[in-house]
C-alpha cells in the first residue's frame, strides 16, 4: 500500500497541500523534530488541539483541527494511526467574529506607500506581499487564483479566469493597476503568518489606525484598525468598495466567482461609525 510506505509528514504534505503551518504546530504540540503515524494517539492529539487553541485564533484553530480530522478520516481503516477516533480529541471552540475591509481612501495611502516602496532598494518580501494583496484588492480574485493568473489573462480591456474553487468563469473590466501588478508578481511562496505581519505593519505606517470596534474572538473589542487585518482583508475590500458604490451584489457575486450572491454578502463590511442620511430618516421616523 502507498500510503503505507510513506511517513506520516511526507502523506500529509501530499495530501493538505499549502497548509505547512499546521504540521508546525503538531510538531511543536509534541516536542519533535517529525510526527510519526505512531504519534497519533488519543492524548497527543488532545495535546495538539489544546496547543493549537493557545497560539491561534479560536476560529483558526477550528479551522486547523479540521484539516487534521479530515487527513486522519482518510486512514482509519487501515490499522496505521493508534487512536481509532481523532475526531473526538481534536476539538476547538468556535466563536463569532466580525471582520473589515478597507475604505477606498485607505487602499489610496497603501498603493501611495507601495509606489514609493518600489523606488528603494531591498524590502523585497514587504514588496512581493503587497503586490499580492493588491492583486486582490483590485480583482478580488482568491489567492490561489491569483498564483495562476498572468498578463495572459487579459482581453480586450476585461479580465478572465476561471476560479480553481467553484470552477465559475468569472469577468471583469481591468483595473488600472492590474497590469502592471500582474507584471510583478512574485514566484516566491510566503507563509501566511509572514503575509499577514506586513500588511499589518503596513497598514500602521499608513495610519489606518482609526479606533474599531467589533465582535473578536469572542468578544466586542476595540483597537486600531490594522490589528483586524490579514489575506483575507483584500476580497472584503473588494466587494465592500464596489457595494458602497452601487453595484449589485449578484453583479459583484459574478465577479468573485461565487455561485450565489448570499456567499458575497458575508464579504461586504459596512461602516457603521457612518450613519447615511436614509439610516437616519429611518430611526427619526
Not at 57 to 70: D, F, G, L, Q, W
Not at 147 to 165: A, C, H, P, W
Not at 222 to 237: D, I, N, Q, W
Amino acid at each position: 500500500n502507498m500510503r503505507k510506505t510513506l511517513s506520516f509528514e511526507q502523506e500529509f504534505t501530499r495530501v493538505v497541500d499549502g497548509r505547512p503551518q499546521v504540521l508546525r504546530f503538531m510538531r511543536q504540540a509534541l516536542d519533535t523534530k517529525e510526527v510519526q503515524w505512531n504519534d497519533i494517539t488519543a492524548s497527543n492529539l488532545a495535546t495538539i488541539a489544546t496547543y493549537i487553541a493557545s497560539v491561534v485564533s479560536p476560529n483558526s484553530a477550528v479551522t486547523y483541527c479540521a484539516i487534521i480530522k479530515a487527513f486522519l478520516a482518510r486512514y482509519k481503516d487501515e490499522g496505521i494511526i493508534p487512536c481509532k477516533n481523532p475526531e473526538r480529541y481534536l476539538k476547538a471552540k468556535k466563536f463569532p467574529q466580525e471582520n473589515v475591509a478597507l475604505t477606498q481612501d485607505e487602499v489610496e495611502r497603501i498603493v501611495t506607500y507601495y509606489d514609493n516602496l518600489l523606488t528603494r532598494q531591498g524590502h523585497q518580501a514587504e514588496k512581493d506581499v503587497l503586490t499580492l494583496f493588491l492583486l486582490e484588492v483590485f480583482c478580488g480574485a482568491r489567492s490561489c487564483d491569483i498564483e495562476k493568473m498572468t498578463l495572459d489573462n487579459i482581453r480586450d480591456g476585461k479580465l478572465s479566469y476561471v476560479s480553481q474553487k467553484t470552477h465559475v468563469l468569472a469577468t471583469m473590466p481591468v483595473h488600472r493597476m492590474l497590469p502592471t501588478l500582474l507584471s510583478r508578481k512574485p514566484t516566491r511562496e510566503y507563509f501566511n503568518a509572514v503575509k499577514v505581519r506586513t500588511i499589518k505593519r503596513v497598514a500602521e505606517s499608513c495610519g489606518i489606525d482609526t479606533p474599531t470596534t467589533i465582535c473578536y474572538h469572542g468578544a466586542m473589542q476595540t483597537r486600531p484598525k490594522y490589528e483586524y487585518l490579514g489575506t483575507h482583508t483584500a476580497r472584503r475590500t473588494f466587494a465592500s468598495i464596489l457595494a458602497a458604490k452601487g453595484v449589485p451584489i449578484a453583479e459583484i457575486a459574478k465577479y468573485m466567482s461565487h455561485t450565489s450572491s448570499s456567499m458575497t454578502e458575508r464579504y461586504i463590511k459596512v461602516d457603521t461609525s457612518q450613519v447615511s442620511d436614509a439610516a437616519l430618516a429611518f430611526f427619526k421616523s
